[in-house]
């Protein structure tokens, strides 16, 4: 049986954060190497252009980016081919409405989001949740946003985030229940 390798490209470090901790572990049986790899959302650089041409041949990818402010899925899928001189397959690239944070504050079930003492409730829908709002539900017995975010990615209902977040149900259906390749 051949090895099997799969790379997830990140934009940040909440991102990594939350693929090393709750996607990861999902896809272990699947992969035998899964490496998460955050790249610049800012200013692409020639090396990761190089190193996702590199990973063609040595297995799968996925590449994620929030949807921020763009119109609609397919044009952020655009952009990032356009980016990446069309080195992107439209069908590794999954795009999360709107920011990593909609998927995150998905997770929390109404049981959590009260021993976690977040302010205010979760909204049904989280797919045109901000990073504003996530950071406004902050309990002030919390130190740090690090920490916070850490707390809610331990009591993270997968189950939950899938019936409050299309974007994250269609990435957890496509490549975690379905065992669907990247590919």
């Not at 309990?139 to 409050?164: M, W």
Request: charged residues 35%; contains cysteine; aromatic residues 14%.
């Amino acid at each position: 049986m051949p090895y099997k390798r799969l790379f997830i490209f990140v934009e940040g470090p909440y991102d990594k954060k939350f693929f090393t901790e709750i996607v990861i572990p999902k896809l272990r049986n699947k992969y035998d190497l899964i490496k998460c790899i955050v790249y610049a959302e800012e200013e692409p650089k020639e090396i990761y252009k190089q190193y996702i041409k590199s990973i063609k041949s040595m297995g799968e990818y996925i590449f994620v980016t929030d949807l921020d402010e763009a119109p609609c899925v397919t044009s952020r899928k655009n952009k990032k081919q356009e980016i990446y001189n069309q080195k992107l397959d439209d069908r590794r690239i999954i795009v999360v409405k709107k920011e990593i944070e909609s998927w995150i504050i998905a997770g929390i079930t109404e049981q959590s989001r009260r021993k976690l003492r977040i302010r205010g409730s979760i909204p049904s829908s989280t797919e045109n949740f901000k990073k504003e709002q996530f950071k406004s539900l902050q309990p002030s017995k919390f130190d740090s946003e690090i920490d916070f975010r850490a707390e809610i990615l331990k009591k993270f209902s997968v189950d939950q985030a899938k019936n409050r977040n299309a974007s994250f149900k269609y990435f957890f259906n496509k490549f975690i229940e379905n065992n669907t390749s990247p590919c």
